[in-house]
């Protein structure tokens, strides 16, 4: 049997909580704050992360630091839609490093990518680089941020 939300407690959800934006903290410090023994956190933990609950751990970059300050969306088209495509497609969005985020949806478009480049120049050359070489690509549509309101990982839990 798969785990899943319904099987977590109180204090596991309080774990995941803290670990979301606390990915550094101590055991000792994490057992703290929820209110457990440093062997009885770390067990939850352990079974946290074997049930899939925590998928991995990673530092967060500042974009603007790393040459990446430019945050973009791009609604792509297809030019047809068919299992040959959709798996096309999927391949080498997985192979482009400069895609952040792809998703299919339903509505008026396909495809949403989320990129982040240096400027406007540099997205240009990812647009004809790597977007229009998609497979199947018939159609674009790019909103570049001008301010970013929100932008969390940090799931309610």
Known sequence: MTADFTDLDRTDRKILRVLQTEGRITNTDLAEKVGLSGTATADRLKRLIRDGFIESFSATLVPHKVGRGLLVFVEIKLDRTSAEIFDAFKREVERAEDI??????????????????????????????????????????????????????????
């Open 100 to 157: 952040l985020e792809c998703h299919m949806v339903a509505g008026g478009f396909d495809y949403l990518l989320k990129s982040r480049v240096l400027d406007m120049n540099a997205y240009r050359k990812f647009l004809a680089d790597v977007v229009l070489t998609l497979p199947g690509v018939r159609e674009t549509h790019t909103y570049a941020v001008m301010e970013e309101i929100k932008d969390t990982h940090v799931l309610p839990v």
